[in-house]
């Protein structure tokens, strides 16, 4: 028998550590309406699933009812789309395993897809921005207490057999460095996050004597706040900013010597530095790339706005969920 009526909305959802972003994204990409949800309110995840849920169906009621919703979509950070869990993230206040999809589904009445963040932001790109048209490519994330990874290869998410793959965060580009959340030293993301960042420039001020701007904002620097002390000629921003693009051309050297892709799409708060990072990391990448695929990767930034991209990621992998609803 014909199916008369199609849904044509979804729900894409952007888990943050600090705030939740609800969107209803109509089959077109359009963003019918947004909510937010204070992640940080809630350190009861049960708490969290139920305020999630009313927002949602509220926002549905109001725009066209729950019945024209097919299906929704989640990003969260460490989320396993094997499993529908999120599993052991450091930065947000439910710790073990957290099967975020299944709450959801069970209080919604309708199916319910989870992945990472970088999943969805590699979604996002590929539907939407920096990765539209391309099969093979790398999206990485530089967040502030980050580092995140999603690997695309012949038009499909690589996962991995537990759905852990891409965590070039936690590649070693410093053989007994600094030590990683992760349990262990020297991993990318101890140097490439905004965390990262602001503690090299804390070093270099504790071990370089020269007269920098750095020194009058011990207390108050940020990615943002060095690199203004860069646009002013300040040598120890400049430096501080050298050491970390040299460090991420390492990892994303050895990202893409393994993957050989067809461009590297870079995203988050770090990735909008400007030249005081992005030439040296252009220089280490030269320098420690695979000979054979050299100058042939160009590393790309985002052009979406971090949080609508995510909620259309989100609705892309709400998309791609089989259709369960109770609302007929």
Not at 12 to 22: A, K, R
Not at 116 to 132: M, V
Not at 218 to 240: F, H, N, R, S, W
Request: negative net charge; hydrophobic residues 40%; proline residues 3%.
């Amino acid at each position: 028998m014909m199916k008369v009526k199609i849904k044509t909305r979804v729900v894409g959802i952007d888990v943050g550590v600090e705030t939740t972003t609800i969107a209803i994204v109509d089959i077109r990409g359009n963003i019918i309406a947004h909510d937010t949800l204070q992640t940080s309110n809630f350190p009861d995840v049960n708490n969290f699933s139920s305020a999630l849920s009313e927002k949602i169906v509220v926002l549905a009621e109001a725009n066209g009812g729950c019945e024209s919703i097919r299906s929704v979509g989640m990003s969260a950070p460490s989320g396993n789309y094997l499993t529908g869990c999120i599993e052991n993230a450091p930065n947000l206040p439910w710790k073990g395993v957290i099967p975020l999809a299944a709450m959801l589904r069970d209080r919604l009445g309708m199916a319910v897809a989870l992945a990472n963040d970088a999943h969805i932001t590699a979604l996002g790109e590929l539907g939407f921005g920096s990765a539209h048209g391309m099969n093979n490519f790398i999206v990485v994330s530089l967040s502030h207490g980050g580092v995140g990874s999603c690997i695309f290869a012949n038009g499909q998410a690589h996962l991995g057999v537990d759905g852990f793959a891409g965590e070039v965060g936690h590649v070693c580009v410093e053989v007994g460095g600094r030590e990683c959340g992760c349990g262990r030293r020297g991993c990318l993301e101890q140097y490439t996050s905004a965390n990262g960042i602001i503690r090299t420039a804390h070093e270099l001020i504790e071990k370089d004597s020269r007269p920098s701007i750095l020194r009058q904002q011990v207390g108050m620097l940020t990615p943002k706040t060095i690199v203004g002390a860069c646009e002013q000629g300040d040598e120890l921003a400049i430096e501080t900013m050298r050491l970390v693009g040299y460090k991420l051309g390492i990892g994303l050297a050895i990202y893409a010597s393994v993957i050989d892709p067809e461009a590297i799409v870079l995203t988050g708060q770090q990735s909008r530095l400007g030249e005081w990072l992005t030439d040296p990391m252009e220089q280490s990448f030269d320098e420690h790339v695979f000979p054979n695929i050299r100058g042939k990767v160009p590393i790309i930034a985002s052009i979406l706005d971090d949080k609508e991209r995510d909620v259309l990621g989100a609705s892309v992998l709400a998309w791609k969920v089989k259709e369960y609803s109770l609302f007929k």
